[in-house]
Nanobody, 131 residues
Framework: EVQLVESGGGLVQAGGSLRLSCAAP?????????VSWFRQAPGREREAVAC????????YYVDSVKGRFTIFSDTAKNTVTLTMDSLKPEDTAVYYC???????????????????????WGQGTQVTVSS
């Protein structure tokens, strides 16, 4: 079973920054997959935050994080990183990385935000933003 591993969560004040990293096990190459970050706050549904296509072909963001979050892939390290700037208390959640075979990204309106399309998940990392 493929288990992705997130790191980098923590506690930060509003306006601060954090960097989350997602690592894949040996033999699993992120360049072959769409990789996304999702988040889930207590009492709320899991929400897609950002996605990077296979071979870094395209990036997608939910409106609430555009201009503040950046997703990028490091092929040499086989990691996908989410940098989060200008953090707000409403960004508080457990953040998960997920990977999927990127067929859905070929559509005119890619369904990158649908959690059910992702086959591989991490355990999550807590991000808490204090006001």
């Amino acid at each position: 079973e493929v288990q992705l591993v997130e790191s980098g969560g923590g506690l930060v004040q509003a306006g601060g920054s954090l960097r989350l990293s997602c690592a894949a096990p040996s033999g699993f190459t992120f360049d072959d997959y769409a990789v996304s970050w999702f988040r889930q706050a207590p009492g709320r549904e899991r929400e897609a935050v950002a996605c990077i296509g296979d071979r870094s072909d395209g990036t997608y963001y939910v409106d609430s994080v555009k201009g503040r979050f950046t997703i990028f892939s490091d092929t040499a390290k086989n990691t996908v990183t989410l940098t989060m700037d200008s953090l707000k208390p409403e960004d508080t959640a457990v953040y998960y990385c997920a990977a999927a075979i990127p067929l859905f990204l070929r559509d005119q309106s890619p369904l990158w935000f649908r959690a059910d399309l992702y086959d591989y998940w991490g355990q999550g990392t807590q991000v808490t933003v204090s006001s």
